[in-house]
């Protein structure tokens, strides 16, 4: 079977593949993987992350091996900055495993989070296809793993895969209308109200904002990043927070922010708007 699928150039289902990795799972490559890579001159650990990544889930093995091929996988440690504007012109940076921060820096030294980043998704997707890029930095808030692979091998797959192009499309769709959503929150909605819209899109699945029943929401970064996240400074996002916990609205613990009720925090303080995550 290995022969003949050497020869017709499918190794999709070959016996010796490893099986499907299901996105933000934490998988140690197994002999298969490796021995497969070997035999192919691939790197495991490159080719590996690239199926954890939801862009690149269950693609053909070609694609994936092509891309494989010219990634690089990196370990970033807490605080440590992963990448600028100049890095993102040249590649589009994946993030593995962690946690990081995407954030603009005037020339006055203030910094604003426009962006927290989790496992599976890019920094920007639209950031390497355009030369000029703002004062924009990304910097780790965990123990962070990066893949990044050079525009042009992306492009060139893009050019050669109309499947993975039309994923990029939908998740620049999707990254699009969570923009203006964001837009529509700081025009018309007060800082409260941007709260909980906020603790709204952390849910998973989304049907549990429509619950009454408590739920649990962990924020993916400390407090102050979070506030600079929805404009605010850290000192008024403590005092809201106080406020709230002050009417039993929440119950804090750390990053996790336990809600008793959650439509009745809608009813009190939600935008008019629809809360439903974007």
């Known amino acids: 079977m290995e022969r003949s699928l050497r020869r017709n150039g499918d190794w999709t289902n070959a016996v010796f593949m490893p099986p499907p990795i299901r996105t933000g799972r934490s998988v140690t490559p197994t002999r298969y993987t490796k021995a497969y890579a070997r035999a192919h001159g691939l790197p495991a650990q490159e080719l590996l992350a690239l199926r954890e990544l939801t862009l690149f889930e269950g693609l053909e093995a070609e694609v994936q091996e092509q891309l494989a091929r010219h990634a690089s996988l990196r370990t970033f440690a807490k605080n440590q900055e992963i990448a600028s504007a100049a890095d993102m012109v040249s590649e589009f940076h994946f993030l593995v495993t962690g946690t990081a921060k995407v954030q603009l820096q005037t020339t006055g030294g203030r910094k604003k989070v426009v962006e927290i980043v989790r496992p599976g998704y890019n920094f920007d997707e639209c950031m390497p296809m355009h030369a000029a890029r703002q004062n924009l930095h990304v910097v780790a808030i965990s123990t962070a793993r990066v893949l ?90 403590s005092r809201m927070l106080r406020q709230l916990e002050t009417e039993h609205l929440i119950e804090i613990d750390n990053r996790s922010i336990a809600i008793p009720d959650l439509s009745r925090l809608i009813s009190l303080y939600g935008p008019q708007a629809s809360l439903r995550p974007l």
């Open 148 to 237: 990044s692979i050079p525009k042009e091998v992306v492009q060139a797959a893009l050019e050669a895969h109309p499947p993975l192009a039309m994923r990029f499309i939908r998740s620049m769709s999707q990254r699009m209308t969570q923009l203006m959503g964001e837009l529509n929150s700081h025009i018309f909605d007060n800082a409260m109200q941007r709260f909980v819209r906020y603790i709204v899109c952390q849910l998973v699945p989304a049907s549990q904002a429509d619950s009454s029943q408590a739920v649990t929401v962990t924020l993916p970064a400390g407090k102050a990043v979070v506030a600079s996240r929805l404009s605010l400074s850290p000192e008024y996002f």
